[in-house]
């Protein structure tokens, strides 16, 4: 890995990374969303400007379903121009296109965000906890990592328990970025890696075993509660090699997701963003070394934790390199393996199921390829 004290950044370019160039919702009102939001917070409660910023904080962060749902009637009539009542507002803001989202859930940032960069954890938590409750990203990042472990140790008597490594499952964060509205994704470095390394090597297992997804014959079959989804898989009579390269290949993924992350505990405090171009969406990765990064990151000041910590991304472009092309040797070797040595005729046990989609779902999946999907 790189020489941290050799790649750590000027100040003006640390500064570079937490400001958005291009931003792709530039056209935005903000006096407009701020607006909003203030009616929308008066709405939730006629006091709310009254009271002290950390009361206001509080009041956000654990919001009650009532006044949430007041909030969103507020924020739809004031920027949509839609007025609904407060026990149909979920499902209206459910149908508002994704090209309109962008602004809503800008304008909703600053009605429950917390801190200096109003931030967001778009993830369920437990009913009487908040993000409040969890100074640091490592806080909070552990605390999931108990629950996971007690579900599934709960759910699969035969489950092995783990050991703990940072951002083991990507988190999904909204906030604001120089005053401007984005999303985010917080994972560790060896989870971004592993993600690496996995499409890389699915593209390369396509190029060693081209197939392509057929449908089956029970595919679109009524079911009670919806339709048999039954898609299979055409490899040109190679399906048996195609499904041993795959069983192999996942164990692959996780154990190089220890192998990473247990060689970065040794790594300096550091993270890496990485803006990415998905639609009309503005996106940032934000990629921390281990847990050591995160003890040093608070939620209530965000950026401004991080931005000290912040190396350029192309420190770890070597590193990609090299896991890429040991993926692609590691891929080479099995696949000959499998075609010298591997019987196809020897078929696996496997417990048979049956997947029923509920008529809905097209309707969702046609808004997500026309670009237009709700999405939360």
């Known amino acids: 890995m790189p020489d941290i004290n050799s790649t750590h950044l000027s100040t003006n370019l640390r500064r570079s990374l937490v400001n958005t160039t291009n931003y792709k919702l530039a056209s935005a009102d903000r006096r407009k969303i701020a607006s909003a939001a203030r009616k929308a917070m008066i709405a939730a409660d006629s006091q709310y400007y009254a009271w002290a910023p950390d009361q206001q904080e509080r009041f956000r962060a654990t919001m009650c ?37 962008n602004v809503l ?12 960069d109003y931030i967001f954890l778009n993830e369920c938590m437990a009913e009487d906890k908040s993000l409040l409750d969890f100074t640091t990203l490592y806080d909070y990042d552990y605390n999931d990592y108990l629950f996971q472990e007690q579900a599934l140790a709960e759910d699969f008597p035969e489950y092995q328990a783990q050991d703990y490594f940072a951002y083991k499952h990507p988190s999904w964060v909204r906030l604001l ?12 470095l060896a989870g971004y890696l592993s993600d690496e390394i996995d499409s890389a090597g699915s593209e390369h297992i396509k190029q060693l075993i081209p197939h392509n997804y057929v449908d089956g014959k029970d595919n679109g079959k009524p079911e009670k509660g919806g339709f048999l989804l039954d898609i299979k898989i055409d490899a040109g009579g190679l399906e048996g090699q195609l499904d041993e390269l795959k069983s192999r290949w996942h164990p692959y993924i996780q ?10 505990r040794s790594l300096p405090a550091a993270l890496y963003t990485q803006d990415q171009n998905w639609d009309n969406d503005p996106h940032r990765f934000f990629i921390f070394h281990n847990e050591a990064t995160l003890k040093k990151i608070r939620w209530r000041s965000f950026l401004s934790d991080c931005t000290p910590l912040m190396i350029d991304f192309s420190a770890v472009a070597d590193r990609q390199v090299e896991e890429l092309e040991k993926a692609k040797t590691w891929l080479a070797e099995n696949h000959q393996d499998i075609m010298d040595n591997f019987d196809p005729d020897v078929i696996k046990l496997r417990k048979k199921r049956k997947v029923v989609l509920s008529a809905g779902v097209l309707n969702e999946m046609a808004k997500f390829n026309s670009g237009d999907e709700p999405i939360e």
């Open 255 to 264: 154990q190089r997701f220890i192998e990473l992350s247990t060689d970065n």
């Open 177 to 188: 970025i120089s005053g401007q509205f984005c999303y985010a994704t917080f994972l560790s």
């Open 65 to 101: 379903e009532d006044a949430r749902e007041r909030v969103q009637c507020v924020l739809l009539e004031s920027l949509m121009g839609i007025k609904c009542a407060r026990d149909k507002v979920n499902r209206v803001w459910g149908d508002i296109p994704v090209s309109k989202l």
């Open 105 to 116: 859930n800008w304008t909703k940032l600053l009605t429950e965000g917390i801190g200096e």
